[in-house]
């Protein structure tokens, strides 16, 4: 069933790309049948595991699962941060000349300036510094204090768990979600500034397709952990979990934390240097 799901979907995308309306449909269609058949799968899990059907070796292989998928994150987001690294650290200033006697540049590009960031006029396709960069010490500090403050309040709602104050693991969860969907939402704001008022889009250069892909990437994966956090708090409200059996809760404040690391590179690395 996932199989066909994920099939489905990029055959709408597929289609949706090359110009044909339908292909939306297609798309949305396939992420049904991917949600459902998480929804089936997730659901016989929690099933189970509340049902005592789960022995310790069990325990372990969630655990180890859990920890394999988050170093995929970690590689997934590191070929990013490389291309980042590669693109700003190495190919500006091998374009610059740097190294060499003479650069190329001084007969296709005179104007060419070697500096970060860097953007092309899709027009007249010139490279040039990029001049309006969103400020880090603007909405970005302020998702970054968001996120680190989610990080202390799913923290202490592990602690209530663990002494079994189920009104305190309640109320932090809720709040440590509310501030994902806060920083989405500001997110979102942010990418709508950056295409209306400041021209920064994926056709600018390498700067906006490294800035998309690196905060559009982690700001899926926080819609994802927030999603994940409302799961468990609804769990949570339901009875589930006990101070000595609550795996998924784990795997979850795991993956939060593992968002919150990546933001703190990516807020230093793409907003403020």
């Known amino acids: 069933m996932g199989s066909v799901g994920l099939f489905t979907v990029f055959l709408g995308a597929a289609i949706w790309l090359n110009g044909f309306g339908a292909g939306s449909v297609i798309m ?16 016989t899990v929690i099933r189970e595991s509340e ?10 292989s969630f655990r180890w699962g859990m920890f394999w998928f988050i170093f995929s994150e970690v590689m997934f987001f590191a070929a990013f941060f490389g291309a980042l690294f590669y693109a700003r650290i190495l190919s500006v200033p091998w374009l610059g000349g740097a190294g060499a006697e003479f650069s190329t540049h001084q007969f296709l590009w005179p104007e060419f300036s070697a500096s970060w960031p860097m953007s092309v006029t899709p027009d007249a396709g010139k490279w040039s510094m990029y001049e309006h960069i969103i400020p880090a010490w603007g909405v970005p500090a302020v998702n970054t204090f968001i996120l680190l403050s989610s990080g202390v309040t799913v923290t202490i709602a592990h602690w209530a768990l663990k002494k079994n104050s189920r009104p305190a693991l309640c109320w932090w969860l809720f709040a440590t979600l509310t501030l994902g969907f806060l920083f989405v939402g500001l997110q979102a704001m942010e990418y709508a500034h950056a295409y209306q008022d400041l021209g920064l889009t994926l056709n600018s250069g390498i700067y906006g397709t490294t800035f998309f892909m690196l905060t559009g990437f982690h700001g899926m994966h926080v819609t994802v952990g927030a999603t994940m956090l409302t799961v468990i708090w609804l769990r949570s409200l339901s009875g589930h979990f006990k101070p000595d059996h609550h795996f998924g809760f784990e795997a979850v404040a795991w993956y939060w934390h593992f968002v919150d690391v990546v933001w703190l590179f990516l807020f230093v690395f793409v907003y403020w240097l």
Do not use: H
């Open 51 to 60: 049902a005592g059907t789960y022995n310790k070796q069990v325990d372990v």
């Open 28 to 43: 949305i269609v396939g992420f049904m049948i991917f949600a459902m058949m998480l929804q089936g799968w997730f659901g």
